[in-house]
């Protein structure tokens, strides 16, 4: 099953779009058979599920962070990541800095932008998001390299298009900018049902849990 459904999800996405399976909740098993059946990247949402799962998986994946991070998880967040999508605040993008600078590593980071310009959501509001950047740029050990946004959740993939439009305009925009230390080159956007309407706003990483792994029970 979950073999069938990363093949025929690699096989539907464009040239050049990174697939992430997001992992939440699955088992390291199922982790393996989607690696097994081409997944290169997996997504997961909190830290410690993803340290027990990294004891087993290892790095036979690239290991991204989609969920919302606390800054007092940076240092044992930064040991197993390689690409941390859900930067929002200087804060956090300081915390990770410090984290790398102690054990010598550079993280890639993608800023998440509030698309939906929620009070109550993760990430930054599209306004605030070029200052965010500059002051995030001159960081030693993070790098950023693009935005992740999720949108509003309403079940229909229409209604995520006008907020998957809004970040590609940003994301357009910033890379115009041509921010010294910034690198506009990933737009990760979609989720199961969205991800091919995000596909055709430009997005170039979706973010897929249900798809590949089965209903979350
Ligand atoms: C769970 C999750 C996904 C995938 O959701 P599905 O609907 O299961 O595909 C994508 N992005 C983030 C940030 C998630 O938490």
Redesign the pocket.
């Known amino acids: 099953m979950i073999k069938d459904n990363v093949k025929n999800i690699l096989k539907g996405l464009p040239e050049g779009v990174d697939l992430v399976g997001?992992a939440?909740t699955r088992t390291p098993q199922e982790m393996l058979e989607a690696i097994e059946a081409g997944l290169e990247i997996l997504?997961h949402?909190y830290v410690q599920e993803a340290e027990r799962a990294f004891d087993v998986v290892g790095s036979q994946a690239k290991w991204h962070m989609?969920?919302h991070l606390q800054s007092n998880k940076a240092k044992k967040a930064v040991k197993i990541f390689d690409m941390i999508e859900t930067i929002d605040s200087a804060k956090l993008a300081r915390a990770i800095d410090r984290g790398c600078g102690n054990i010598d590593k550079n993280m890639s980071i993608l800023i998440e932008i509030n698309s939906g310009e929620e009070p109550q959501k993760a990430g930054v509001m599209p306004k605030d998001a070029v200052s965010l950047i500059k002051e995030i740029s001159v960081l030693e050990h993070v790098k950023v390299m693009g935005l992740m946004t999720?949108g509003p959740f309403t079940g229909d993939p229409e209604d995520a298009r006008p907020y998957f439009q809004k970040t590609r305009g940003i994301f357009e925009q910033i890379k115009r900018l041509n921010l010294p230390g910034v690198e506009m080159k990933y737009l990760s956007m979609g989720?199961?049902?969205s991800y091919k309407v995000a596909l055709e706003e430009g997005a170039n990483m979706v973010?897929?849990?249900?798809?590949i792994f089965g209903e979350r029970t």
């Open positions: 997001a939440k997504g949402n989609i969920g999720m989720m199961s049902n973010r897929i849990g249900t798809n």
